[in-house]
């Protein structure tokens, strides 16, 4: 059972990025997904979560309105669209997978069972 990130790169300003987390091993249709983020010497934040029937969301206040997340079952895949990037946004992004009470649940908490080992993104001029 695998989750591997990809998408991070050094990117303007301004600028924009698509992350992609791809699940192996396993479906991710029956799991909740959140993308957490790692900036050096801060602790892991959870960024943005969706559940596992799509419709709920959740996205922390730094990036609500520049960041979208979203699912797709058929390529196994949840990614992060991430847009108007400003530095603080350079962090490591790491995606990780839970099963949650309800298909409708999904949180920005740590309590999730399969992680992936992360991408970087870096915003700098």
């Known amino acids: 059972l695998q989750l591997v990130e990809s998408g991070g790169t050094l990117v303007q300003p301004g600028g924009s990025l698509r992350l992609s987390c791809a699940a192996s091993?396993?479906?991710?249709?029956?799991?909740?997904i959140v993308w957490f983020h790692q900036a050096p010497g801060k602790e892991r934040e959870g960024v943005s979560c969706?559940?596992?029937?799509?419709?709920?969301?959740y996205y922390t206040d730094s990036v609500k309105g520049r960041f979208t997340i979203s699912r797709d079952n058929a390529e196994n895949t949840v990614y992060l669209q991430m847009d108007s990037l400003i530095a603080e946004d350079t962090a490591y992004y790491y995606c990780?997978?839970?099963?949650?009470?309800?298909?409708?649940?999904?949180?920005?908490?740590?309590?999730?069972?399969?992680w992936g080992q992360g991408t970087r993104v870096t915003v700098s001029a």
């Open positions: 091993g396993f479906t991710l249709d029956y799991f909740a």
């Open positions: 990780a997978a839970g099963t949650k009470s309800y298909p409708s649940s999904c949180d920005l908490s740590l309590a999730y069972d399969y």
């Open positions: 969706i559940s596992s029937s799509g419709g709920t969301i």
